[in-house]
C-alpha cells in the first residue's frame, strides 16, 4: 500500500494527452465557421480552442433554433 503523495507532487496516471479525434473534430469545425488555417488553428492552447468551438456551437443552436 502507497503512502500520501507530498504536497505539490502529482501522482502517476491521469489523462496524458487529449484525443487526437477531437483535436481534428474543432480543427474542422472552427476552419469551416471562421475559414482559419490549419496552422493557426492548432497553435492556439487547447482551452481556447474549446472556448472557440462552444461559442461557435452556442450562435447556430440560437439560429437554428425553432421559433
Known amino acids: 500500500m502507497r503512502g ?3 504536497e505539490g507532487v502529482r501522482p502517476p496516471g491521469g489523462i496524458v ?3 487526437l479525434e477531437n483535436i481534428f473534430k474543432e480543427v474542422a469545425f472552427l476552419a469551416y465557421h471562421f475559414h482559419w488555417g490549419r496552422e ?3 497553435e492556439l ?3 481556447e480552442r ?3 468551438v462552444k461559442e461557435v ?3 447556430n443552436e440560437k439560429i437554428n433554433k425553432p421559433r
Request: aromatic share 12%; proline share 22%.
Open 57 to 59: 456551437s452556442d450562435i
Open 17 to 19: 494527452s487529449y484525443p
Open 50 to 52: 474549446h472556448r472557440w
Open 45 to 47: 492552447p487547447h482551452k
Open 4 to 6: 500520501p503523495v507530498p
Open 40 to 42: 493557426d488553428l492548432l
